[in-house]
């Protein structure tokens, strides 16, 4: 069982940045694929970026290639996502998911993570 917590969510204006922090408890942080997934208010949730149990590999959907960086330190047993260029349509609930890993890469579906945080919301004002 593995136990997840984000957190570094709020309110920012438009352009501004928000640094999300996620930390897991468990022994074996780098046997899993971590991930951070969002879902704004009468959307269904949709993968945001996903990081290979390395760190050497990681994925972005299109909507976020450019502004936001994931990255994770496996001694601190803790993923980030720094976000930049922030705009009206990232507001959303942040989610921090563990998966475990089957490989060098990593992949950005719900199915391959099985493990949840409760999420960390984002508003991001115009």
């Known amino acids: 069982q593995v136990q997840v917590e984000e957190s570094g969510g709020g309110l920012v204006q438009a352009g501004g940045s928000l640094n999300l922090s996620c930390t897991a408890s468990t022994s074996g942080f780098d046997d899993y694929v971590m991930g951070w997934f969002r879902q704004a208010p009468g959307k269904e949730r949709e993968g945001v970026s996903c990081i290979s149990w390395s760190g050497t590999y990681a994925y972005y959907t299109d909507a976020v290639k450019g502004r936001f960086t994931i990255s994770r330190d496996n001694a601190k047993n803790t993923l980030y996502l720094q976000m930049k260029s922030l705009q009206p349509e990232d507001t959303a609930m942040y989610y921090c998911?563990?998966?475990?890993?089957?490989?060098?890469?990593?992949?950005?579906?719900?199915?391959?993570?099985?493990?949840w945080g409760q999420g960390t919301e984002v508003t991001v004002s115009s």
């Open positions: 998911a563990a998966g475990p890993s089957n490989g060098a890469e990593c992949e950005l579906e719900s199915y391959a993570f099985d493990y």
